[in-house]
């Protein structure tokens, strides 16, 4: 399959798991053997993404707006039918499975390598057409929240570090990513929220804190509103 990338050609090989940014322009321009040809694309939330820990540089290559193509025996044909179907049941128990093998993937491809089928150019050398520059903003702004999750996020700090306009750096942000900015920074608090919640013993409150809430009352709003349980009732799992 022949893609082009913000301008940049890439050629997929059958049989090759792929792993790229959507938010960044990219359009199938070609297709070969179309009688036998069969394409599967699993869709993997950027927030979910940006907390798989220990990625590493291969975070970096696809905030990037790289293209990777992961190790060839990472992954079989029958395992991506199987995470295609369970993102498509609407069962929120095989969606996060899913989201959890495809964060050992992505693990283990941080550590045994990837191929790189279009290096990342966000923040390099600045050559690619500026139709695009926008994203180049987005990006710097997600990477920003991810970094300083547990610190005060103001709209206005987030926009100042990309040297935007408050309004246009919010309007910009919820174009490209979907979700409105400060929207997107409690839903990233949560999932940390809930990692820290059964991967560690550590207190509500402190948990509160760890995740970036101003307050334990505030967490307690925020997580009974998305998940429609309480904290200490998740964890005992109530």
Same mark, same amino acid.
């Given at each position: 399959?022949?893609?082009?990338?913000?301008?940049?050609?890439?050629?997929?090989?059958?049989?090759?798991?792929?792993?790229?940014?959507?938010?960044?322009? #990219?359009?199938?321009?070609?297709?070969?053997?179309?009688?036998?040809?069969?394409? %599967?694309?699993?869709?993997?939330?950027?927030?979910?993404?940006?907390?798989?820990?220990?990625?590493?540089?291969?975070?970096?290559?696809?905030?990037?707006?790289?293209?990777?193509?992961?190790?060839?025996?990472?992954?079989?044909?029958? *395992?991506?039918?199987?995470? #295609?179907?369970?993102?498509?049941?609407?069962?929120?128990?095989?969606?996060?499975?899913?989201?959890?093998?495809? /964060?050992?993937?992505?693990?283990?491809? /941080?550590?045994?390598?990837?191929?790189?089928?279009?290096?990342?150019?966000?923040?390099?050398?600045?050559?690619? !057409?500026?139709?695009? /520059?926008?994203?180049?903003?987005?990006?710097?702004?997600?990477?920003?929240?991810?970094?300083? %999750?547990?610190?005060?996020? $103001? +709209?206005?700090?987030?926009?100042?570090?990309?040297?935007?306009?408050?309004?246009?750096?919010?309007?910009?942000?919820?174009?490209?990513? #979907?979700?409105?900015?400060?929207?997107?920074? +409690?839903?990233?608090?949560?999932?940390? $929220?809930?990692? %820290?919640?059964?991967?560690?013993?550590?207190?509500?409150?402190?948990?509160? *804190? !760890?995740?970036?809430?101003?307050?334990?009352?505030?967490?307690?709003? #925020?997580?009974?509103? $998305?998940?429609?349980?309480?904290?200490?009732?998740?964890?005992?799992?109530?």
């Amino acid at each position: 399959m022949d893609y082009v990338f913000d301008g940049g050609a890439v050629t997929v090989r059958s049989e090759c798991l792929v792993a790229f940014w959507a938010g960044i322009p #990219h359009q199938a321009i070609g297709l070969r053997d179309t009688a036998t040809a069969r394409q %599967l694309n699993v869709y993997l939330p950027m927030d979910a993404f940006l907390e798989m820990p220990q990625l590493g540089g291969l975070t970096e290559t696809l905030m990037g707006g790289g293209v990777i193509q992961l190790p060839e025996d990472c992954v079989d044909f029958g *395992l991506l039918e199987r995470w #295609h179907a369970d993102y498509r049941s609407g069962n929120a128990q095989r969606s996060d499975l899913v989201r959890a093998e495809i /964060a050992l993937l992505f693990r283990r491809a /941080a550590i045994v390598g990837w191929q790189n089928l279009l290096p990342p150019w966000i923040e390099t050398d600045g050559r690619r !057409e500026r139709s695009v /520059a926008p994203i180049r903003y987005v990006v710097l702004m997600v990477r920003h929240i991810v970094e300083n %999750l547990t610190t005060p996020l $103001a +709209t206005t700090d987030i926009a100042a570090i990309v040297g935007l306009n408050p309004n246009y750096a919010t309007n910009l942000f919820t174009r490209v990513m #979907h979700i409105p900015m400060q929207k997107f920074v +409690t839903r990233l608090r949560l999932i940390r $929220a809930r990692s %820290l919640l059964f991967d560690t013993g550590l207190p509500i409150s402190s948990i509160a *804190l !760890e995740a970036g809430f101003s307050s334990q009352s505030q967490f307690y709003d #925020h997580f009974r509103s $998305a998940y429609g349980t309480t904290p200490n009732q998740m964890r005992k799992g109530g």
